[in-house]
């Protein structure tokens, strides 16, 4: 499949934003039941001729930034291509990068939930969740795993993220690949830009370092943040093995980091002087650089993200991919992003969606120091814990009014099961 130059398209989804849905989250169940809404208006002029199954992902570009979005319609894809459906989704920011031009969603379809194996996953953190979407779609819900990618979903709204160990990716790897491909009109100066990259020495090394809402929640089980020491550690005992080594770095935070890594002379997306599209220029795409140049790079050591993670997975040259672990003894791994877990939960053999407090201590003060740890036991610990509870009796609210939050009251200190 190869992405058309859709130069003369609008901007899809101008609005995209680097903040994660934790720190915007009302603004996103806003916007789900404004869709759902709209949607059902929608159904009073569907075409009752028109036959063809369709498969929706109303969450894309809300549930999850750019590093889930491309897992999100990756299998999206996969799976309407099963079924022979037909794809809607709302406007979002691969639209504009990739090329994609899915219709906007048309009819309100019963929710096909994410089934996590192995941990709880966020429908389970949050079981307000799935009713308040059933609510939405006034049908009952249907919870999906990695084996709909072998036989496809049809008339149904995909919600979750659908980061499957990626051997489930492998027989779709050429597909996979082929979605993301940037548009002409973009490609061109970001090849211009690689080259200048490439002009600074023979092997690129690739280093994301993923840092603020990272810090800003520590209880989940996900968040790992790695001082610069460590990575600059490992850059030292491969150094010297690589022939006319060149440092590329890129990070949320990189004004606060980039000074340790002097020692390298790291090049960042500002170095290389890239010229966007005119249609694309009052865009923040400085993100979509850093991630299009980690798929280019010779040696990649990414953070515990999606982000770098999928960058990765499109990365047919390098020789090395390594990641942190939560063995600090180790502390980095080598891997194979297309025979691994996207991220890694702690708990290992029992992940966790949810860090125990003697975890978060452990961690933290074991990657961040002490003053971190306390910041976190006494400022973004608090804040995560009741912005929890906030979701949960916003959406029980939603659900069944005063009622609702009762039930949410209870389920939180633990007098009843939860919603079923």
């Known amino acids: 499949m190869s992405n058309q130059d859709n130069s003369s398209e609008v901007i899809a ?19 789900f039941k404004k869709d759902a809404d709209h949607t059902k208006v929608s159904l009073v002029n569907e075409d009752k001729s028109d036959l063809q199954p369709v498969l929706t992902m109303s969450s894309i570009g809300q549930l999850g930034r750019f590093g889930n979005q491309l897992f999100q319609y990756a299998f999206l894809k996969i799976c309407s291509e099963k079924s022979g459906a037909k794809v809607e989704c709302p406007a979002w920011i691969g639209q504009t990068i990739f090329g994609h031009n899915a219709p906007p969603i048309s009819k309100r379809l019963p929710p096909a939930i994410e089934r996590v194996d ?55 790897q050429q597909y996979f690949r082929s979605l993301f491909e940037p548009v002409i009109d973009l490609k061109s100066p970001l090849e211009d830009g690689l080259n200048s990259l490439r002009s600074k020495g023979k092997t690129i090394v690739g280093i994301h370092i993923r840092r603020g ?5 520590p209880r989940l089980g996900c968040t790992l943040v790695f001082p610069t020491k460590w990575y600059c550690e490992w850059l030292e005992g491969i150094w010297d093995k690589l022939e006319n080594p060149v440092l ?10 980039i000074s340790d890594f002097d020692k390298f002379s790291p090049v960042t997306t500002g170095d290389l002087n890239i010229r966007l599209p005119e249609r694309m220029k009052d865009l923040n795409l400085d993100f979509y650089i850093d991630f299009f140049m980690l798929s280019q790079c010779d040696v990649v050591c990414i953070s515990n993200s999606n982000f770098s993670f999928v960058a990765c997975m499109l990365n047919e040259r390098a020789k090395m991919f390594v990641r942190p672990d939560w063995d600090f003894s180790m502390k980095f791994k080598v891997f194979d992003p297309w025979d691994s877990q996207p991220l890694l939960w702690i708990g290992d053999k029992q992940p966790k969606f949810i860090k125990s407090f003697a975890d978060l201590l452990y961690v933290t003060y074991s990657t961040q120091g002490i003053w971190v740890m306390l910041k976190s036991i006494f400022i973004y610990l608090p804040k995560s814990i009741i912005k929890g509870w906030a979701i949960r009796l916003y959406l029980g609210y939603q659900i069944n009014s005063i009622i609702g939050v009762v039930k949410t009251l209870l389920s939180i200190v633990g007098l009843r099961s939860g919603w079923k």
């Not at 999906?144 to 993220?161: C, H, M, P, R």
């Not at 809402?213 to 929640?217: F, G």
């Not at 590329?248 to 980091?257: E, H």
């Open 13 to 31: 989804n101008p609005n995209y934003t680097s903040k994660s849905e934790t720190e915007r989250v009302f603004s996103v169940f806003d916007g």
């Open 118 to 172: 192995l941990r709880k996953g966020l429908f389970e953190v949050i079981p307000e969740f799935i009713p308040y979407l059933e609510k939405l779609a006034q049908a009952k819900s249907y919870r999906v795993g990695s084996e709909v990618l072998e036989i496809g979903l049809a008339n149904l709204d995909i919600w979750g993220f659908f980061q499957f160990h990626t051997r489930c990716l492998k027989p779709h």
């Open 213 to 217: 809402d990272y810090i800003k929640e």
């Open 248 to 257: 590329f770095l890129c990070s949320d935070d990189l004004d606060s980091i």
